[in-house]
């Protein structure tokens, strides 16, 4: 089985500043089907990419995602005050879909 | 518009059964998988399980962590996803959400959350 792991646990930016989050695959993730979603408190999560790079529907363009393999980030360009949230990638592979264990994205 | 919305959950005692249902409105339930996903309180999601379309088998998959306790349903004449949970332990006390999902070779992520519904384990 797929292991996703997040790095990092916690990032503390100001808003305006660009954040760089990481998901690494301990396998290769076939066909890039890898996702980003965005969860607020007391809010179910929303889906930001996928596909590794492909933004949802709505979802604005300082939000995008890279990578490949094993190796996949989620950039936010500019952070807006409604960004800081909790941000999970995803792999969606033919049996299992497993979710990395989050970076929580704080206001410094 | 698309809508999921939860319902079945609350407080059950360990070792003993529920059901969740999912009802589902807004587009063509039959050609979707639908999947579901839970978080325990303070944690990050996990990923119980998913059921594929009809055109892919209707075929279910499981977690390790519920496999063998945990099944997944659908009618697609109701529009609507069931998750059977037996065997209920502490651990599975989580929100439970049910999520729009693709068949393997269209799939885009879960693009569409229900509110989440509430199951509580405990004596």
């Known amino acids: 089985e797929t292991v996703l792991t997040q790095s990092p646990g916690t990032l503390s930016l100001s808003p305006g500043e660009r954040a760089t989050l990481s998901c690494r695959a301990s396998q290769r993730i076939s066909s890039n089907y890898l996702a980003w979603y965005q969860q607020k408190p007391g809010q179910a999560p929303r889906l930001l990419i996928y596909?590794?790079?492909s933004r949802a529907t709505g979802i604005p363009d300082r939000f995008s995602g890279s990578g490949s393999g094993t190796d996949f980030t989620l950039t936010i360009r500019s952070l807006e005050p409604e960004d800081f949230a909790v941000y999970y990638c995803?792999?969606?592979?033919?049996?299992?879909?497993?979710f990395g264990q989050g970076t929580k994205v704080e206001i410094k | 518009e698309v809508q999921l919305v939860e319902s079945g959950g609350g407080l059950v005692q360990p070792g003993r059964s529920l059901r969740l249902s999912c009802s589902a409105s807004g587009f063509n339930f039959g050609e979707y998988a639908m999947s579901w996903v839970r978080q325990a309180p303070g944690k990050g999601l996990e990923w119980v399980g998913f059921?594929?379309?009809?055109?892919?088998?209707?075929?279910?998959e499981y977690a390790a962590s519920v496999r063998g306790r945990f099944t997944i349903s659908r009618d697609d004449s109701k529009s609507i996803a069931h998750l059977q949970m037996n065997s209920l332990k502490s651990e599975d006390t989580a929100v439970y959400y049910c999520?729009?999902?693709?068949?393997?070779?269209?799939?885009?992520?879960?693009?569409?959350w229900g509110q989440g519904s509430l199951v509580i384990v405990s004596s």
């Open positions: 995803q792999q969606y592979g033919r049996s299992v879909k497993t």
């Open positions: 999520t729009r999902d693709f068949d393997y070779y269209n799939s885009r992520g879960f693009d569409y």
């Open positions: 596909g590794a790079s």
């Open positions: 059921i594929r379309s009809k055109d892919y088998g209707g075929t279910s």
